[in-house]
């Protein structure tokens, strides 16, 4: 028998009920979704024809815990384009296996979403980047010591050997360049090297990732990419440096500032993603 003949696995049909549920409350049929990290969840409250729908109402989802994650999933519309946004994502960090923080990626694919703009708060690790700048992930370095595809593979969801080539989709970070430079904002390239967190860097890890080629350091983004890529959904990545990481100036890093940078960078962050919505969709249906 082959794998796609056997049985769905759990996570599939719970993936499965959990899309159901979330289509349910909503004749929106979006073809994106968007994960919106610290600080920059704000976006989702400025969607049309809003549906709010709290993580803990839906079936299997996890719930969100961190500050400045407002833990709810809001569909609407931007500009009239059918979106899926995720006010706050689930970290590691707050102890959810890899499994539960790739869930809402797979509950999307089985929503019929075809591509995904995943947002960050990062450190900027290249001396290059300033405080606050927009950077696109143009690839990853995973050193979370986990990968959320261990495990039996169910072929519904995607190959058992996923290739991640471009998994930072190279159409859409031509997009997002092309429609930066258009509202003039800064928008750099750069590599996202993951930790598990919860606490920020040494300056000698800093150092060190330097050069390993990161530009940027993060606790989030890369399980939710590789869940894309294994479904097939198209990602963009886009991380808010939100403070430069350990050892580059001479002072500590807190939660505080890398909320307030996100806010304060939230307008040029809205302009960018608003513009990049009707482009991609366009592309991926
Ligand atoms: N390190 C890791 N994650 C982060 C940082 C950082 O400096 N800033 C925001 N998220």
């Known amino acids: ?8 696995s759990a996570e599939f049909r719970r993936a499965e009920r959990a899309a159901k549920f979330i289509l349910s409350k909503t004749k929106l049929r979006p073809k994106i979704a968007l994960v919106l990290g610290s600080g920059l969840g704000a976006f989702a409250d400025d969607f049309q024809r809003a549906v709010k729908i709290p993580y803990a109402k839906i079936p299997h989802f996890p719930r969100s815990t961190a500050i400045g994650h407002a833990g709810q999933l809001v569909l609407g519309t931007v500009d009239g384009v059918a979106v899926a946004g995720m006010q706050g994502r689930v970290h ?6 890899p ?21 960050n708060a990062a450190g900027g690790v290249n001396t290059g980047y300033a405080q606050g700048a927009l950077v696109a992930i143009k690839d990853h370095v995973n050193l979370q010591g986990v990968n ?3 495990g039996p593979n169910d072929e519904r969801f995607g190959p058992r050997f996923p290739d991640v080539t471009h998994a930072y989709d190279p159409e859409f970070r031509r997009f997002a360049a092309a429609e930066a430079q258009r509202l003039n904002i800064t928008l750099d390239e750069g590599v996202y090297l993951a930790l598990s967190g919860p606490n920020y860097e040494t300056p000698a890890e800093i150092r060190a990732f330097r050069t390993l080629g990161a530009d940027l350091v993060g ?8 869940a894309a890529r294994h479904c097939g959904i198209r990602v963009l990545g886009i991380s808010c440096v939100t403070n430069m990481a350990a050892g580059i100036l001479d002072q500590p890093i807190n939660h505080i500032e890398v909320l ?12 960018l993603l608003r513009a990049l919505i009707p482009k991609i969709v366009e592309t991926v249906k």
């Not at 028998?1 to 769905?8: D, G, I, R, V």
């Not at 590691?92 to 296996?97: F, M, V």
């Open 148 to 150: 959320p595809l261990l």
């Open 92 to 97: 590691l960090y707050e102890g959810y296996s």
């Open 260 to 271: 307030e940078t996100g806010e304060r960078v939230r307008g040029q962050f809205t302009s």
């Open 99 to 119: 499994q539960e923080v790739i869930f809402p990626v797979r509950v999307f694919a089985r929503m019929g979403i075809r591509a995904v703009i995943l947002t």
């Open 219 to 226: 606790m989030s983004t890369v399980p939710e990419v590789l």
């Open 1 to 8: 028998m082959s794998a796609k003949q056997s049985p769905p």
